[in-house]
């Protein structure tokens, strides 16, 4: 009996796939990689965290529907509980969303550069994907788009707004103009919504193709692993039908529900975190040799006069991680910083300054 060799057993389409690389991390490095927020949680909610995590029943299974979780983020979001779909991170939904209605040989349009994994998890499963560029300063290019949607007609456009890992936006009247053109879904990625103080919610009323990826990662609680999708309830409905049951773990449910029940701290490091965007901007605009490219999230894209990986392991070499996306097409020597605290930006500021010295 012959039989195929072992890599002939996997599908072409992910033999051609890179996997997603996240950088790997010391403890005594100031971390400035990964968009996290910044702050720890106080004392006060650790200890709220352990009385609560220490009633759960680890020998049962977590609540499929994790019910008491999507009440407390459907008050939060002023949605409908029905219209939520909650995912292992928003990762998860991405690939539960294009599980749900692409099959392959259909497209996938995203603006670009972009989160990749929009087009790896498009490509792992069969589908054709296809970058539409920003403008050369990574702002939206609306006729571009529209001449691309109406051309490769696809069935799902992402649009991350803000965009990682340009830190830009689309404005309301584009995605509407967008919306209007798009012969499928429009998923609006709000993961850092919440950095730019706007959300499309409202536009789910009367936009029934329209659907709503959020994350609790960028907001504090990348730990926890839980994103969610919002949408016209019919299309919830059938996007559930692919979700495995248990994907949300009890400990995460039960942290959730209480961090989200105690929100103030939450939206009060989001504020510290918008404040010091705007002095990190200024500091990094005003350094020789250094591009800035605005930003609406919790992060700063920059790009170098000098090479991009030199000044970036010259700021490792000092103890700060950032983000190198020199490889990514179109980012050549741009690095991407995440705001963190007062002190680590300042840092990061000096540390930079002497690298391009
Ligand atoms: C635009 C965007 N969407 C979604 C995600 C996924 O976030 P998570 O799976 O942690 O919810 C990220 C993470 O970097 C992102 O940048």
């Given at each position: 009996?012959?039989?195929?060799?072992?890599?002939?057993?996997?599908?072409?389409?992910?033999?051609?796939?890179?996997?997603?690389r996240?950088?790997?991390?010391?403890?005594?490095?100031?971390?400035?990689?990964?968009?996290?927020?910044?702050?720890?949680?106080?004392?006060?909610?650790?200890?709220?965290?352990?009385?609560?995590?220490?009633?759960?029943?680890?020998h049962?299974?977590?609540?499929?529907?994790?019910?008491?979780?999507?009440?407390?983020?459907?008050?939060?979001?002023?949605?409908?509980p029905?219209?939520?779909?909650?995912?292992?991170?928003?990762?998860?939904?991405?690939?539960?969303?294009?599980?749900?209605t692409?099959a392959?040989?259909?497209?996938?349009?995203a603006?670009?550069?972009?989160?990749?994994?929009?087009?790896?998890?498009?490509?792992?499963?069969?589908?054709?994907?296809?970058?539409?560029?920003?403008?050369?300063?990574?702002?939206?290019?609306?006729?571009?788009?529209?001449?691309?949607?109406?051309?490769?007609?696809?069935?799902?456009?992402?649009?991350?707004?803000?965009?990682?890992?340009?830190?830009?936006?689309?404005?309301?009247?584009?995605?509407?103009?967008?919306?209007?053109?798009?012969?499928?879904?429009?998923?609006?990625?709000e993961?850092?919504?919440?950095?730019?103080?706007?959300t499309?919610?409202?536009?789910?009323?009367?936009q029934?193709?329209?659907?709503?990826?959020?994350?609790?990662?960028?907001?504090?609680?990348a730990?926890?692993r839980?994103?969610?999708?919002?949408?016209?309830?019919?299309?919830?409905?059938?996007?559930?039908?692919?979700?495995?049951?248990?994907?949300?773990?009890?400990?995460?449910?039960?942290?959730?529900v209480?961090?989200?029940n105690?929100?103030?701290?939450?939206?009060?490091?989001?504020?510290?975190?918008?404040?010091?965007?705007?002095?990190?901007?200024?500091?990094?605009s005003?350094?020789?040799?250094v591009?800035?490219?605005?930003?609406?999230?919790?992060?700063?894209?920059?790009?170098?006069?000098?090479?991009?990986?030199?000044?970036?392991?010259?700021?490792l070499?000092q103890?700060?991680?950032?983000?190198?996306?020199?490889?990514?097409?179109g980012?050549?020597?741009?690095?991407?910083?995440?705001?963190?605290?007062?002190?680590?930006?300042?840092?990061f500021?000096?540390?930079?300054?002497?690298?391009?010295?």
């Open positions: 009996m012959t039989r195929p060799r072992l890599l002939d057993l996997i599908k072409p389409e992910v033999l051609n796939l890179t996997a997603y996240a950088e790997e991390t010391r403890p005594d490095l100031i971390k400035l990689d990964a968009n996290e927020s910044p702050f720890p949680l106080s004392e006060e909610l650790r200890q709220a965290l352990r009385d609560a995590l220490d009633r759960v029943d680890v049962r299974y977590p609540d499929a529907k994790a019910d008491q979780l999507r009440a407390v983020l459907a008050a939060r979001l002023q949605t409908a029905e219209a939520l779909v909650l995912g292992n991170g928003s990762d998860e939904l991405i690939q539960l969303l294009l599980l749900a692409s392959p040989g259909e497209t996938v349009v603006p670009a550069p972009t989160f990749s994994m929009y087009e790896l998890i498009a490509k792992a499963q069969g589908l054709r994907f296809d970058g539409v560029p920003l403008g050369p300063r990574f702002e939206p290019d609306l006729p571009a788009l529209i001449e691309a949607i109406e051309r490769l007609r696809p069935k799902i456009i992402f649009l991350a707004t803000p965009n990682n890992p340009t830190g830009g936006t689309f404005s309301e009247a584009d995605i509407v103009k967008i919306m209007g053109v798009a012969p499928g879904l429009v998923v609006v990625d993961a850092y919504g919440p950095y730019a103080g706007r499309m919610l409202p536009h789910l009323v009367d029934e193709r329209l659907i709503i990826l959020g994350s609790l990662s960028k907001i504090g609680l730990g926890l839980i994103g969610y999708l919002v949408a016209h309830p019919t299309l919830a409905v059938e996007v559930e039908k692919v979700r495995l049951p248990f994907n949300l773990n009890s400990f995460s449910q039960t942290a959730a209480v961090l989200l105690r929100h103030e701290r939450i939206d009060a490091n989001i504020r510290e975190v918008v404040r010091e965007r705007e002095r990190l901007m200024d500091r990094l005003a350094i020789p040799g591009e800035t490219f605005p930003s609406a999230a919790n992060f700063i894209l920059f790009r170098t006069m000098r090479s991009g990986d030199q000044v970036f392991d010259a700021v070499g103890g700060v991680l950032v983000r190198n996306l020199g490889s990514v097409p980012l050549q020597n741009c690095l991407r910083v995440t705001v963190g605290t007062r002190a680590e930006n300042d840092r500021v000096e540390v930079l300054t002497k690298a391009l010295r």
